[in-house]
């Protein structure tokens, strides 16, 4: 027999339990703001970018027709999308009120929750408790920190406002928020199984049945569900579900851990819980699994705000709990709270680095990318942290305000071509100096005598074996191949490398700089680290050409890498001064 107040209750019953109720959700939410503040030290990720861009071609009137339209659209969720647009063409790259509006709906969220908590039954210190649980569980602190997760946050105002409504009997209102829902994430998919448990449950003295009532909310998530599984399948990637034993198992462990910080704990907790056989306590256990079920499909996709929305649902356990059991609530937060203070210790890091790694990028995109004449293509070199290529289409067709504009890594095969076109520039990243360098193709026959990849980055004088940049310096194979303009007279050949810890005392790597079947430089490395060398070098006339580098020995930093050479920051010819010129190579 279950026990606890287990119907719901359709008002508060004390009138000083609404200054009670006033006086909780104060505090907390005064302690969600002060935390909260660090946030706006953060900045926009690559899937903002993305999403802004995507946000900016997409026309008004189909982003509304997409909020309301039953068509299941592949990767685009148009409840998050409005929120991109109407943000990107108020705020543009200010931050901060990105984040406020987030913030705001999280707050909206919780105190939803809160209401809803106190309809069950339940009284407002033990509501305190799940509110708590809920508003300031640091696994789903990207949640409120990112705009990029904005699409679990509505999720999350959408079902629990779709509960409350249901709740109230407002059924066509918690429909329409349903759909809502879905327009913001997928992951409504299962709520209509969460009603169908609190009709079982909780069910209410009227003549007619209400099970009639849920079958629109069935349909919705059926056919939704049904459009998603007969669309065509893209390439394998995070996002492609398996239907897997071991996968499912997995995430299991992973969500459970989340849950409580803690390995198992939330599998332990969650199964022993069922125990005090109340009705709110099985409830919002069930519910929580069948919210969380369709992850449990992605063993490639784990996030801890993932649990954003079945969170609610949990939240309904703790505060269920927090009522029969005053000393266990206690008890719990004792714990619960020093743990998430340090789990904000480690989530809030990577979030914030975006602000040091992400604003001055961006910063310099939006001095640089716009100058006269305005590029018809992109090609890019190094990013920030963590800064995808879809980042990089984003945030470059959305300044340039052009859709269709082409843009590529300069490792994909495309690059070499492009970069040559009218129009087309380079962008390379000095991650260390946090420094943009733009450079534009001067022509054929226009090739430099000097490149120095911390100033510039030439990549159409690379020819083979070349690989990328690392900190202002690039790798050089076995055997590369640049192209220098020679000049006329007697001049200097440069060389600035950098040899890792005891590259240059175990192989003794030689150096050999030819061209047209002269050697120009030869030099054996005998020691590690920075080196610089030049060479007194004469030519009777200028000419661009050809110089192959060769390192033999080849270096190999891990046993499959490919055959390297050394780390080059600077290579080619200087004017000749006397008192720099020496017949041998020195550092």
């Known amino acids: 027999m ?11 019953k004390r009138p000083r339990e609404h200054y ?17 503040k660090l946030a706006f030290q953060s900045y926009f990720s690559d899937d903002d970018f993305s999403n802004l861009a995507l946000a900016r071609f997409v026309p008004w009137a189909e982003t509304l027709k997409g909020l309301v339209s039953l068509r299941f659209e592949l990767m685009v969720r148009p409840a998050g999308l409005l929120y991109y647009k109407i943000l990107g063409s108020v705020a543009h790259f200010h931050f901060w009120p990105y984040v406020a509006v987030l913030q705001a709906v999280h707050i909206a969220t919780s105190l939803m929750l809160w209401l809803f908590l106190r309809r069950l039954g339940i009284r407002p210190a033990a509501a305190a408790v799940g509110f708590l649980f809920f508003a300031l569980h640091m696994s789903t602190l990207p949640a409120y920190w990112k705009p990029m997760y904005l699409f679990d946050t509505l999720c999350g105002f959408w079902v629990i406002a779709a509960l409350l409504l249901y709740q109230r009997q407002r059924i066509f209102l918690s429909l329409l928020c349903a759909l ?50 007969m669309a065509p399948k893209g390439p394998e990637s995070w996002y492609t579900p398996h239907l897997t034993l071991g996968g499912m198992w997995a995430a299991l462990l992973y969500y459970g851990g989340k849950l409580f910080y803690v390995p198992w704990a939330g599998l332990v907790i969650s199964a022993g819980v069922l125990f005090l056989r109340q009705r709110l ?29 079945p969170l609610l649902a949990f939240a309904i356990v703790v505060a269920a709990v927090a009522e029969s059991k005053p000393w266990w609530a206690v008890l719990f937060l004792i714990i619960w709270i020093p743990a998430s203070y340090e789990r904000l210790r480690q989530e809030r890091n990577p979030i914030l680095a975006l602000g040091h790694e992400n604003r001055p990028y961006v ?50 095969p495309e690059a070499r071509e492009l970069i040559r ?18 450079d534009d193709y001067p022509g054929d026959g226009h090739a430099v005598s000097y490149v120095d990849f911390a ?65 120009i430089v030869e030099y054996r490395f005998t020691k590690s680290g920075f080196q610089k060398f030049t060479w007194p070098v004469s030519s009777d006339a200028e000419a661009v050409k050809d110089f192959e580098i060769t390192f033999d020995p080849p270096f190999f930093p891990t046993r499959d890498s490919e055959p390297l050479g050394a780390l080059i920051r600077s290579i080619g010819f200087l004017p000749q001064s006397g008192d720099a010129a020496h017949a041998a190579g020195h550092d």
Do not use: C
């Open 20 to 36: 009670v109720s006033a006086l909780a959700l104060f505090a907390i939410i005064g302690l969600f703001v002060a935390f909260s």
């Open 2 to 12: 279950f026990n606890l107040a287990d119907s719901p209750t359709h008002g508060f």
């Open 281 to 309: 306590v099985t409830f919002g256990v069930i519910s929580f699994w069948i919210l969380l079920a369709p992850m449990l499909l992605f063993p490639e996709r784990h996030s801890g705000v993932y649990l954003y929305v």
């Open 455 to 519: 100033e510039t980055n030439p990549i159409w004088q690379l020819k083979t074996g070349w690989r990328g940049l690392v900190v202002s310096y690039r790798w050089a194979s076995a055997r590369s191949v640049i192209r220098l303009r020679e000049p006329r007279g007697d001049g200097l050949f440069a060389v600035d490398v950098y040899l890792l810890p005891n590259q240059g005392e175990n192989l003794h790597q030689v150096m050999r700089v030819s061209s047209q079947g002269r050697t």
């Open 180 to 229: 809502f829902a879905f327009k913001s994430k997928e992951m409504e998919l299962m709520l209509p199984a969460v009603l169908l448990l609190y009709e079982w449950w909780f069910p209410r003295n009227r003549a007619t049945s209400r099970w009639m009532l849920l079958i629109p909310f069935f349909v919705l998530s059926f056919s939704f569900g049904l459009q998603a599984w």
């Open 363 to 412: 910063a310099q995109v939006l001095t640089s990318l716009p100058i006269p004449p305005v590029p018809k293509a992109v090609v890019f070199e190094g990013t920030p942290g963590d800064f995808n290529i879809w980042g990089q289409e984003g945030l470059f067709r959305y300044v340039l305000d052009k859709y269709d504009l082409p843009v590529f890594r300069v490792d994909a």
């Open 421 to 438: 076109r009218p129009g087309s520039v380079l962008l390379t990243w000095d991650i260390s100096r946090h420094r943009l360098l733009r």
